[in-house]
Every structure is written in structure tokens, then in C-alpha cells.
């Protein structure tokens, strides 16, 4: 993740704030994705009330589908959000209540990275300004919003909200619950499994292009994924071993998923990658667990606890697949150890 590797653009601190960012509630995501929204439009100055109609649409749609969108036990403005859920409050009322209540902490939270200011500004808070009280939206804001990334920081920020809301309303924060978050290889989602039954959290492409920066795992191009070549949901030790006399961990997990481009995805086939490339893998397996709930637990539960304990699986898991399936394949050179 170019973030954690110390790349400073644009892009990697606003994957960071979304992947990284401290969550007590799932606001910053709906700002996030409202700010996005309305900075492509152009404008560089707006007013909360110009932010609150999008802003409230994401959280009330998000209440309907999760009561639990936050770890407070009470909320003034997601209660009125509930209100309007329920018929108790008509649009405009829910629309003046979300300006007055519903920025009060994620404006300032919102930019905050491991407890210090993320080094790329997007707004600057002018709410106190007497003339034009708002946001003003920043260059690096609007760059962004017109990007050719914007609709996958969209689709990372979504699936980055469903896996958090999921992991407060089951537990899976508690890491008992996270070996039922597993991967529908049909669908390519993750879903959450329980005795009655499946149900859908996340796309698995969505949840794991902002860790890999929407480049290809092995040759590091850029994908985007909307486009119809990628990116295509690749098993790093080959999915074929299931059909062999498998012993190691199930390679149809999330810890064994990768996203590649067409070419290389074609290249591999059933091949593991050589073993120069695996350091990778463990980057980004402990690039998902820094990430928190859910996918630390669901990574923890299916590779170790510990770093040593995951590289440990990991070295073995190599070993025993490249016993069975012996070819390995070279990904183009240079392009992915940093
Ligand atoms: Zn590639």
C-alpha cells in the first residue's frame, strides 16, 4: 500500500483516511463519498446544507440496511435519520437537522491519520468564516474527483463501510465471528455465512483494490475496475491444489486472493508465483490486519496472530503447493518488491 511505503499523493493519503482512519462511527465514510461526489461538479466552495441532502441519503440508507452505525449508544442526528426512516420527519427537517448535528466531529476527524493531520489537505474548514461559511474544497480535492480513479476510491469507500458496519453488528470485531466472513468464489463476494444463511457483505474486488492501489499485484500496472480487461480476483497459490491432496490452509480465502490484470492473470494460470514475489503477499496480508476490523480478525483467524506466525503459514503453505504443483511462474521484473 503506497501510503504505508510512504508515498504522499492525493490518492494514497485518501486510501489511507478511508482504510486506515479511526472509525466510532461510519460518518467519515459518507462524507467522504459525499465530498467526492460534489467536488466533481467543479465547485470549490460549498455550505453544509449544500453537503447534507447526499450526506444524510448515505447514512439513512445505510441505518435501513444496518441499525448499527456507530459505536456511541446515542446520536442526536442519526436518530433524526431514523426518524425520517421511520415517516417521523419530513425531508427538509431531516435536511436542517443534518447541517446542525451531522458534521460536528467528521469534519475535523476526517483528515486525522494515526492521531496527526493527514499530510494532503482536501478542504479547509471555513464554518466560522462570517461571509461565506462552509468547506472550501481544495485543488487536491477537485484533481481527485475528476480523476479516472474516482469511481473506485467510491466503490473501495462502500465496501470499506459494509465490512465495518458488518464487523460491529456481528462480533466479528470480538474475532469469534471471523471465520464465517468467507469467499464466495461464484459471486466474488465476501459473505458473511451462518447456519441459516449466506448473506452478502462485499464485493471482494471493491474490499482489496485500495490495499493494492489499484495496481495489478504482480506487474503493478494501474487497473481500473470498471474497465472489462480487470481487475480479475486471482488465487496467488493456485486454486487447482483444492483438487489435489491439499494440506495447508484453504486457498479459496481472502489471505490467498490477490487482484491482477488480464495479461498476467492469463500468464500464471495454475501456477504459484516464484517465490521472490511472495514477500508481497505478507505486505499486503499485514497491510489488510493494520486495517482493523474485519479483516484483521479474518486474516488472524486464517493465517497466525502474529507476523511470525503468518510468514510461518505462509513459507509452509509455499512450500507444500510448490511440492504438489511444482512450476512456478515469474511475474514481470521489477515492478512489484518495494
Ligand atoms: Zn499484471
Not at 212 to 241: F, T
Amino acid at each position: 500500500m503506497d501510503y504505508r511505503r510512504g508515498v504522499v499523493t492525493g490518492e494514497s493519503v485518501w486510501r489511507a483516511i478511508v482504510l486506515y482512519g479511526v472509525n466510532s462511527a461510519t460518518y467519515k465514510f459518507a462524507f467522504g463519498a459525499t465530498l467526492l461526489e460534489i467536488a466533481a461538479t467543479g465547485r470549490n466552495h460549498v455550505t453544509l446544507e449544500d453537503l447534507a441532502p447526499q450526506y444524510a441519503e448515505l447514512l439513512c440508507r445505510a441505518l435501513q440496511r444496518q441499525p448499527r452505525q456507530g459505536t456511541a449508544v446515542r446520536s442526536k442526528f442519526l436518530d433524526a435519520c431514523r426518524a425520517f426512516n421511520a415517516g417521523e420527519l419530513d425531508r427538509d427537517t431531516l435536511h436542517r437537522r443534518t447541517a446542525q448535528l451531522g458534521f460536528n466531529n467528521v469534519i475535523d476527524a476526517f483528515p486525522q491519520l494515526g492521531g496527526q493531520q493527514a499530510p494532503v489537505r482536501y478542504y479547509e474548514d471555513q464554518r466560522k468564516h462570517s461571509a461565506t461559511p462552509g468547506l472550501v474544497l481544495r485543488d487536491e480535492l477537485l484533481e481527485l474527483a475528476s480523476s479516472v480513479h474516482a469511481q473506485d476510491l467510491d466503490a473501495e469507500t462502500t465496501a470499506r463501510w459494509r465490512l465495518v458496519e458488518t464487523a460491529w453488528a456481528t462480533g466479528i470485531s470480538n474475532a469469534v465471528l471471523a471465520p464465517s466472513l468467507v469467499y464466495d468464489s461464484v459471486t466474488q463476494h465476501l459473505v458473511l455465512k451462518t447456519k441459516q444463511r449466506r448473506k452478502s457483505v462485499t464485493g471482494v474486488v471493491a474490499a482489496l483494490s485500495g490495499y493494492q492501489d489499484g495496481r495489478c499485484a504482480y506487474c503493478n500496472e494501474g487497473m481500473a475496475q470498471g474497465d472489462s480487461a480487470g481487475p480479475i480476483v486471482e488465487h496467488v497459490l493456485p486454486w487447482k491444489l483444492l483438487t489435489r491432496r491439499w494440506r495447508g490452509p484453504d486457498v479459496d480465502a481472502i489471505w490467498n486472493l490477490v487482484l491482477s490484470c488480464w495479461p498476467c492473470n492469463q500468464a500464471k494460470r495454475d501456477r504459484a508465483p516464484h517465490e521472490t514475489w511472495m514477500p508481497w503477499l505478507e505486505q499486503r496480508n499485514n497491510d489488510l490486519i493494520e486495517s482493523r476490523h474485519p479483516l484483521r480478525e479474518v486474516l488472524m483467524a486464517q493465517t497466525g496472530e502474529t507476523a511470525a506466525a503468518r510468514h510461518a503459514t505462509l513459507k509452509l503453505a509455499y512450500q507444500r503447493a510448490t511440492e504438489l504443483l511444482p512450476a512456478v511462474w515469474a511475474p514481470p521484473a521489477g515492478a512489484h518488491i518495494t
